[in-house]
C-alpha cells in the first residue's frame, strides 16, 4: 500500500510540495469513503478532517497515528508528508543566518561582546564589520595577522578561534605599553635583575616595570572560557617583544613557572608562542624541542634543576614547611615557587601546603595593562589601515 504512496518531497524552488490532503483525498476514493466517512473510523470530528483535508490543520503525531491505522500505511508516511508539504512553503535561502553562522565560527563573538572586545550587533554585515575591525582586516577573507612585521608569519590559523581572539586583545594592549627598543645583550644581563623580584610577593607587582626596562611589553589578559591558556609570547615588531599572562591560576608560583617559560622564547627570538596547559592537573607534556626548551630554561631560571633534586633526594617523601620555607630562602625565591615546582614533579600533592601559593592577581593587574576580571576595558581598536604602534 505504501509504494502506492509516494512522497513528494517538494522544495520552494521546486514549487510547494503536496499537500497531505490530496493523498488522503486519494486513499478515499480508492476505498469509496466520503469526509464523514474517514471521521468515524478514526474518531474524530468531521470539522477536523476537513481542515486537514484542505490543508489548513497540521497533521500532529496523534492524527498521523490514527490515519495510518486507517489506511495502513504506518504513522511515520504522515508526517513526512506533513513535514515536507510545510517545508516546501518555507523560503530555503537564508543567507542571513549562513552570514552569522561563518561568523561565529571565526571568533567567539558572544565572549568577545561580553569582554568588551566588539560591540554588540543585530546583523551580521554589523558583526562582520567589527570583527575587521578587531582583527585589523578589511575583510575576513584575509588571514589576521598579529604581528606588523612583514618578515613574520603571517598567519594565526593555527590556534582555535578563541586563543586567535585572545591573542590580538593581548596585542592591543600591547600596543598602548611604552617601553624601551629591545637589544638582546641588555635583555640577558638584565635577566638575574629579574630574578632576583622572585625572593618576595610584593616583587611580582614590580615585573611589568622591570620588563619594559628590558625592552618587552608586559600585558594580562584573563583567559576565555574553555582555552586553558596560560601565556604567550610574540613580537609586534621587530624590537617589540611582547608577553602575555592570562593568570589562570592565581598563585605565585604559577606566575612565576609561566612568566619563566615565556621568557625563554623572547631570549631565543621565537616569533610567536601560545602556551596551554602548562601548570595544574590537566598539565599536557610540551609538543616540540622549542616548547621542552622553554620548559626546562623556565624551570632553571628559578631554580637549579640539580639543587632541586638534591633536595628531593635528601627530603622525600616528607616535605616539611619548615624545609620548604629554608631551600626556597638559600636560593632567594618564594617558598610557594619551590612547593609548585615539586607538586609540577609528582613529588608533592596538589592539596599540599596551600598556604605557601599566595595570591598574585590582584597586586598584579594594578601594576601591569589588564583586561578582564570586570575592569573596564580599553577602547576598540583602531581601523585596519591604522598599524599597532606603542
Known amino acids: 500500500m505504501e509504494d502506492e504512496l509516494p512522497l513528494a518531497l517538494g522544495t520552494a524552488a521546486a514549487g510547494p510540495a503536496p499537500p497531505p490532503g490530496e493523498f488522503i483525498r486519494a486513499e478515499l476514493e480508492k476505498r469509496g469513503w466520503g469526509q464523514a466517512e474517514l471521521a468515524k473510523v478514526i474518531g474524530r470530528p468531521l470539522p477536523t478532517v476537513n481542515e486537514i483535508i484542505q490543508g489548513k490543520r497540521a497533521i500532529l503525531p496523534e492524527m498521523a497515528v490514527a490515519l495510518g491505522a486507517a489506511f495502513g500505511t504506518g504513522a511515520l508516511v504522515w508526517l513526512q508528508r506533513e513535514s515536507a508539504y510545510r517545508l516546501s512553503l518555507v523560503e530555503q535561502n537564508d543567507p542571513e543566518t549562513h552570514a552569522r553562522a561563518r561568523l561565529y565560527g571565526l571568533a567567539p ?17 554589523e558583526l562582520d564589520a567589527e570583527l575587521c575591525r ?8 584575509e588571514a589576521p595577522r598579529l604581528e606588523a612585521s612583514a618578515r613574520q608569519p603571517g598567519s ?34 638584565g635577566l638575574s635583575g629579574l630574578r632576583a623580584l622572585a625572593g618576595a610577593a610584593d616583587g611580582v607587582p614590580r615585573v611589568p616595570g622591570a620588563l619594559a626596562e628590558l625592552g618587552v611589553r608586559f600585558v ?5 572560557p574553555r582555552t586553558r591558556l596560560d601565556g604567550a609570547a610574540f613580537w609586534l615588531r621587530e624590537d ?30 621565537d616569533r610567536r608562542s601560545l602556551d596551554a596547559n602548562l601548570v595544574g592537573e590537566s598539565r599536557v607534556e610540551p609538543a616540540g624541542e622549542v616548547e621542552a626548551r622553554a620548559e626546562r630554561e623556565g624551570a632553571a631560571f628559578l631554580i637549579p634543576p640539580e639543587r632541586l633534586r638534591s633536595f628531593i633526594l635528601r627530603t ?29 614533579l609528582k613529588e608533592l600533592g596538589w592539596d599540599a601546603h596551600r598556604d605557601l601559593l599566595v595570591k598574585v592577581r590582584e597586586p598584579l593587574t594594578r601594576a601591569a595593562p ?3 576580571w570586570g575592569r573596564a576595558p580599553l577602547p576598540l581598536p583602531p581601523p585596519p589601515d591604522a598599524p599597532f604602534s606603542p
Open 109 to 125: 563573538v558572544k565572549d568577545m561582546e561580553r569582554r568588551g572586545w566588539i560591540a554588540p550587533t543585530r546583523r551580521a554585515r
Open 134 to 141: 578587531f582583527f585589523r582586516v578589511a575583510s575576513l577573507e
Open 156 to 189: 594565526a590559523e593555527e590556534f582555535t578561534a578563541a586563543q586567535r581572539a585572545w591573542l590580538f586583545r593581548a596585542a592591543q594592549l600591547a600596543a598602548t605599553v611604552p617601553a624601551r627598543p629591545f637589544e638582546p645583550g641588555r635583555f640577558e644581563a
Open 220 to 224: 594580562v589578559v584573563e583567559p576565555l
Open 240 to 269: 617589540q617583544p611582547t608577553i602575555a599572562l592570562s593568570l589562570r591560576y592565581d598563585r605565585i608560583d604559577w606566575f612565576w613557572h609561566t612568566l619563566a617559560h615565556e621568557l625563554s622564547h623572547v631570549r631565543h627570538g
Open 316 to 344: 622525600r617523601p616528607f616535605y616539611a614547611k619548615e624545609k620548604l620555607v629554608g631551600f626556597a630562602r638559600r636560593h632567594a625565591v618564594h617558598p610557594g615557587i619551590v612547593s609548585g615546582q615539586l607538586q609540577h
Open 370 to 372: 589588564t583586561d578582564g
